[in-house]
């Protein structure tokens, strides 16, 4: 048993002198070794055998280490990055579930409790602002063809969510009321619309389409002057 290990070893140490290395060489040292041999090598292959034969042995004497739990330094530097990877890994999925169950939902005011919002009129800055993207709208309503009717209602819709955000209710509040609000003109559009077009004993200067939006438009901006 002691000669048979004395000649593994004579047999490790002659494939690591046939690669150029020191014995007790890591894994990634000898294949490197013996791709740079085997790149010098161009004509004789015999040699190129040998080195590959030595690459082998030493490949072999790595899974036997192994087996016996004879672990290189090289495997424990792996198991130790390991180990760091898997409680960084750890800590990462602590931090998430931590804040996805610190995250507050609602606004800093606490206005998605409430089921419907405050109703005041803004005043200096705020009020001029509003009232002139308003009139703003309604001329390029009517100056505008029925195409862009659904463009210039969607851009007030818009206007009238981020309107909400910024008075401090909740993103969702503040979506669900943009949507009522654009209903509730489209619906009375419509009536006010229909009825016209029913009533009028001559065609009207304005189409259907556009007093419809007209009438959208006029109630989405009272949301933005109304809703707080």
Known sequence: MAEKDLNSNQSSEDAYQMLGLQPGASFDEVQKARDARLSEIVDDPILKAKIESSYDALLMDSLKARQLGKVSNAAVDASIKEKSSNQIGTVVRKSLLTRIGKFDFSDNKGSDKRLLPNLFIPEGQG?????????LALVLLLISPDESIQIILSLSTIGLFISQVKRGIGIFQSLGWSVVFLSIGLILGG??????????????????DKIEGFISLIIIWMGTLLLA
Do not use: E
Not at 127 to 135: Q, S
Not at 191 to 207: E, Q, R, W
């Open 127 to 135: 009020l001029t602002i509003r009232l002139a993207l308003g009139f």
């Open 191 to 208: 009536l006010v619309a229909g009825g016209i077009d029913s009533m009028a004993n001559h065609p009207s200067s304005f189409s259907p």
